[in-house]
Antibody, heavy 121, light 107 residues
Framework: EVQLVESGGGLVQPGGSLRLSCAASGFAFNSYWMHWARQAPGTGLVWVSRIDPDASKTWYADSVKGRFTISRDNAKNTLYLQMNALRVEDTAVYFC??????????????WGQGTLVTVSS | EIVLTQSPGTLSLSPGEGATLSCRASQSLNISYLAWYQQKPGQPPRLLVYGASRRATGIPDRFSGSGSGTDFTLTISRLEPEDFAVYYCQQFNNSWTFGQGTKVDIK
């Protein structure tokens, strides 16, 4: 079964740091682009970051650029998101997702269950 | 950045009725790069449609996607009780933005 499981969320003070992990199983992790997206309480989905299969290239939303770092360990089938200088507005459920592709088309599937990050004093 | 605008914000319908959800892009999209997702409370998004019109594996045929250019539509032919949820469109043409969602709730 293709599966993604996030961990590492929690309560952190403004200015603090947190590292999220996403454990992948059931597919060739090292062949796929991977993403983080987030969803603040009661709001919609927002894309956060992307990393290519061999970790040579990364992309970030402007709102997190310079504060968040996406990385991966293909030997451990794990995706990471290092979040520094956290702000109250970073409070959200963070999802990891696989960017699947076929015949020139692309989509996110599967998604992990999500991990809640709360930034508050 | 490509902005996706979904309408309506909320659709109040009864089981058995049909639903038409719109997703309008601020720039023309390659149809290969438009997807639709369903999300229920406390759950992650679930892929419904990719490539604007291709149903994902296991998705019932009452769900169909269409459109091109800047205008895309997700149609649910006959709403089942499990279809009441929030629906998002997403584009991959330029970055990876989502629409703000359309909530389909029970009338």
């Amino acid at each position: 079964e293709v599966q993604l499981v996030e961990s590492g969320g929690g309560l952190v003070q403004p200015g603090g740091s947190l590292r999220l992990s996403c454990a992948a199983s059931g597919f060739a992790f090292n062949s796929y682009w991977m993403h983080w997206a987030r969803q603040a309480p009661g709001t919609g989905l927002v894309w956060v970051s992307r990393i290519d299969p061999d970790a040579s290239k990364t992309w970030y939303a402007d709102s997190v650029k310079g504060r968040f770092t996406i990385s991966r360990d293909n030997a451990k089938n794990t995706l990471y998101l290092q979040m520094n200088a956290l702000r109250v507005e970073d409070t959200a459920v963070y999802f990891c997702a696989r960017e699947a592709y076929a015949q020139g088309q692309r989509w996110f599937d599967p998604w992990g269950q999500g991990t809640l990050v709360t930034v508050s004093s | 950045e490509i902005v996706l605008t979904q309408s309506p914000g909320t659709l109040s319908l009864s089981p058995g009725e049909g639903a038409t959800l719109s997703c309008r892009a601020s720039q023309s999209l390659n149809i290969s790069y438009l997807a639709w997702y369903q999300q229920k409370p406390g759950q992650p998004p679930r892929l419904l449609v990719y490539g604007a019109s291709r149903r994902a594996t296991g998705i019932p045929d009452r769900f169909s996607g269409s459109g091109s250019g800047t205008d895309f539509t997700l149609t649910i032919s006959r709403l089942e009780p499990e279809d009441f949820a929030v629906y998002y469109c997403q584009q991959f043409n330029n970055s990876w933005t989502f629409g703000q969602g359309t909530k389909v709730d029970i009338k």
